[in-house]
């Protein structure tokens, strides 16, 4: 699997909890940071891109080693799917180059505080910037 975009995390020492590695739900701060950066990308590929308002409906992560303070991390990120009014992303996160957790996330495209269709301008960005496919495009 291909990720086309990928982010240094900064761990930061509020990010430890008592046993002095990341906490667990510092992982969906971070899995945010990635989700920021896929559409600065995606912008960058599709001038006049509608903002993205989005909210993120389901969260899955696989927690296969800790994370220290001090580690050089990495966020990559990669949309798998797109449905009518939602896309699924796929996250890989590196500590030190190893890999760390694995998580996926469901966002809903948003208008006015309802559900909405995802833009055409979107699914032609996704399709520029994803190397590997991508259902439902």
């Not at 920021?36 to 992560?61: D, I, M, W």
């Not at 180059?97 to 960005?125: C, D, F, I, N, Y």
């Amino acid at each position: 699997m291909v990720f086309p975009v990928s982010i240094p995390i900064w761990v930061r020492y509020s990010d430890l909890d008592t046993f002095a590695h990341v906490n667990n739900a510092v992982y969906l701060s971070y899995l945010e940071e990635a989700r920021a950066a896929y559409y600065r990308a995606l912008q960058s590929l599709e001038p006049g891109l509608p903002e993205f308002k989005t909210l993120v409906a389901r969260s899955e992560v696989d927690y296969l080693r800790p994370i220290l303070l001090g580690q050089r991390v990495e966020a990559h990120i990669r949309v798998t799917a797109v449905g009518n009014k939602s896309f699924r992303t796929a996250y890989a996160i590196h500590a030190d180059g190893a890999l760390a957790a694995k998580a996926q996330t469901v966002q809903v495209w948003m208008h006015k505080e309802e559900s909405a269709q995802v833009p055409e301008v979107v699914r032609r960005a996704i399709r520029k910037l994803e190397v590997d496919p991508v259902e439902g495009l």
